[in-house]
């Protein structure tokens, strides 16, 4: 347990520190707490095969409920931006693989099609409301599978990314997740039954 305390101490140390050199880009002072974490990975639906597909990760703490929920190491793809982070994922996850570089790009790896599931600790917010809306549309295009989700963390109150601009997606909402600094919710996207994407 003491061990546990330590990593998740040094993590959050990790993390700070990185959210001092980019704070617009690492978006959150530290790592999302374990019931937000949890959240996250019952949305992503783990019990389903195949990829899953995970988007700034930071130091992991959504990968670790993942696992805790029954994603096996060698089912995930971890892309990150900051060196530091991806350097500690390697370490933490050897199985898993660990792209550094720009989650934006996820829509190029062979890896999505097919993939069970995208989870996204990405400051989408950040990116204009089109573009936003047209890099989920195209990740869910590219998943090409029923039922498969991009999952994704807010501290928003209303959708991350707006609902109107998502035509033929499913949108489900989380509960707040007191338990955060700040609180926030999950919310899931799939495409509706019979809606295809180009
Ligand atoms: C709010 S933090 C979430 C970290 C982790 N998922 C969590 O919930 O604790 C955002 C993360 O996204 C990463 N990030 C931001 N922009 C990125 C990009 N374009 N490509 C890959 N990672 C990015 C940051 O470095 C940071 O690790």
């Given at each position: 347990m003491a061990v546990l305390s330590d990593t998740r101490r040094a993590d959050a140390w990790q993390f700070f520190r990185t959210w001092l050199k980019a704070p617009l880009r690492v978006a959150a002072y530290g790592p999302s707490s374990p019931a937000l974490a949890r959240a996250v990975a019952a949305a992503a639906r783990p019990g389903r095969d195949g990829l899953v597909i995970e988007l700034g990760v930071g130091t992991g703490a959504l990968t670790e409920a993942l696992v805790e929920a029954g994603v096996s190491p060698e089912r995930l793809v971890l892309l990150e931006s900051d060196e530091g982070f991806a350097d500690l994922l390697r370490r933490r996850y050897p199985r898993a693989r660990v792209i550094g570089g720009n989650a934006y790009g996820?829509?190029?790896?062979?890896?999505?099609?097919?993939?069970?599931?995208?989870?996204?600790?990405?400051?989408?917010?950040?990116?204009?409301?089109?573009?936003?809306?047209?890099?989920?549309?195209?990740?869910?295009?590219?998943?090409?599978?029923?039922?498969?989700?991009?999952?994704?963390?807010?501290?928003?109150?209303?959708?991350?990314?707006?609902?109107?601009?998502?035509?033929?997606?499913?949108?489900?909402?989380?509960?707040t997740v007191w338990a955060n600094f700040p609180p926030a919710r999950v919310w899931s996207y799939s495409l509706e039954h019979g809606a295809s994407v180009s």
């Open positions: 996820v829509v190029d790896i062979p890896d999505l099609r097919g993939a069970a599931s995208i989870v996204s600790g990405l400051p989408l917010v950040q990116v204009p409301a089109g573009p936003r809306a047209k890099f989920v549309l195209d990740c869910l295009a590219r998943l090409g599978r029923p039922g498969a989700r991009f999952v994704q963390l807010t501290y928003m109150l209303s959708s991350p990314v707006p609902l109107p601009l998502l035509p033929g997606t499913a949108a489900e909402v989380s509960p």
